[in-house]
């Protein structure tokens, strides 16, 4: 079986646990039929360089769905509202004061810092749109489902009441004429205000970094310790086994060794599952050099700390991720890893915060 499509098996999987014992049978129904005994058909072909690059391609177009399609009038009432303090029941924090542009769309911060502290790390905003479930345990069936059930009622965080929240919305004649813009039926509604912030995220997408300009033929784009980094990434340090993908995240949930005690990720919904005992979701790597600190308690300080953690191969355990085991790197390959890291940057944009409406 060629490595991507493991990888695409393994992605299914750990997104649907229930499905695995079914593909396990079917798969080795399957090399068995094909090759006569299991044996003979596992040693996989060696990918080219040209389709390790092809994992990695970036998409053309940002996906939307179809119950809340992208309109640049509801883009915009996202933004706004992503920027706005009037979210929040002290008046102070917006959306963007946790998730700021400026920090790659997070913090700085190793926990989260609302009305109280928070027991999770900010996570970016980059390419969520790709996101199937949100949150670092994926307790988030949506994009549109975070806003209301998430940051702002709760109290620990944003701590507004929906219906304070409508009313004072609803005083500001800029937020009336940008709902009525935005929405066939002019209303000011938590449904509104969760599609809008929602389509607004969707729009949040890494720009193009010089991995992108080597991967489209460029070979001067990136150096040839960034390069041997890459192979490293897609070969003995066994990365890309969760980092695939354009994003560099194949959306899954895997214990890499970053969590103890109660702290146990997606296993709160998935109690029975061993392997998604302090599991967390598999971040994109895109433009990762921006945004220390690391991982879903903010417990790696620099991406030097990041490399180490793989390096000692997680914590043996029966949950622990079948990829994750020690890679005995040398000093030259960490510092490989971290140069073809530091590749996904992409060039600065500056980021205005929009005029509010009041
Ligand atoms: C006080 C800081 C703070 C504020 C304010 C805040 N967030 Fe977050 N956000 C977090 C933290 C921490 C998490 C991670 C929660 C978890 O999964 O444990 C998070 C998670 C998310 C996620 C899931 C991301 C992912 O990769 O799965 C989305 C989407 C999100 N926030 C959107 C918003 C929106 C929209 C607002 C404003 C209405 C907002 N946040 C306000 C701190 C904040
Ligand atoms: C078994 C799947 C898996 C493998 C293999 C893997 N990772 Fe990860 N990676 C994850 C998960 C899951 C997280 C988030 C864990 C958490 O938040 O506690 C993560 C987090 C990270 C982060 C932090 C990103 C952020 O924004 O916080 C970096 C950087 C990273 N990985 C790089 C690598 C590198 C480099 C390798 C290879 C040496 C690697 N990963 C191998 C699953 C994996």
């Known amino acids: 079986m060629p490595k991507i499509h493991q990888s695409r098996l393994r992605r299914w999987v750990s997104r649907a646990p229930w499905v695995a014992p079914i593909i396990v049978v079917a798969a080795v129904l399957l090399r068995v039929g094909v090759s006569g005994s299991v044996a003979d058909a596992a040693a996989p072909a060696q990918p080219t360089l040209a389709e390790l690059k092809a994992d990695f391609a970036r998409p053309k177009t940002t996906p939307f769905p179809a119950d809340d399609p992208y309109s640049k009038a509801k883009a915009h009432l996202g933004e706004l509202l992503f920027w706005d303090p009037i979210l929040s029941g002290s008046g102070t924090q917006s959306c963007a004061s946790c998730h700021n542009p400026g920090l790659s769309w997070t913090d700085g911060l190793r926990l989260g810092v609302g009305t109280q502290a928070m027991k999770t790390h900010t996570p970016t905003m980059l390419n969520i749109a790709w996101a199937p479930v949100l949150g670092w345990d994926g307790h988030f069936p949506s994009l549109e489902a975070v806003a209301f059930s998430g940051p702002i009622t709760n109290p620990g965080i944003m701590n507004r009441k929906p219906d304070d929240l409508i009313k004072a919305l609803s005083a500001i004649p800029g937020y009336r004429a940008a709902f009525a813009a935005a929405f066939a039926d002019h209303a000011v509604t938590e449904t509104h205000i969760a599609d809008a912030l929602a389509t607004f995220e969707r729009t949040i997408v890494s720009g193009p970094a010089p991995f992108d300009r ?7 784009a990136i150096s040839a310790q960034a390069k041997h980094g890459f192979a490293l990434f897609t070969g003995k340090a066994g990365c890309s086994n969760c980092h695939i993908g354009w ?3 194949d959306e899954g949930f895997y214990d890499i060794g970053t969590a103890t005690g109660d702290d146990i990720g997606r296993a709160r ?19 990762v050099a921006r945004r220390a600190p690391y991982m879903h308690n903010g417990s790696e300080a620099t991406l030097a700390d990041v490399i180490d953690l793989y390096d000692r191969g997680g914590i043996d355990r ?6 994750i085991k020690p890679l005995h790197l040398t000093a030259q390959e960490k510092a490989d890893l971290i140069a073809f890291l530091d590749t996904l940057t992409s060039d600065p944009k500056p980021t205005d915060s929009p005029v509010l409406p009041r």
Not at 214 to 220: H, Q, S
Not at 272 to 287: E, G, I, M, Q, S
Not at 318 to 323: G, L, N, T, V, Y
Request: aromatic letters at 18%.
């Open 318 to 323: 029966p949950s622990r991720a079948d990829f």
């Open 214 to 220: 080597w991967i489209d033929g460029d070979e001067n």
């Open 269 to 287: 919904l998935f109690p029975n599952t061993v392997k998604l005992k302090y599991a967390f979701k598999v971040p994109t790597l895109r433009d």
């Open 247 to 249: 994003a560099f995240t």
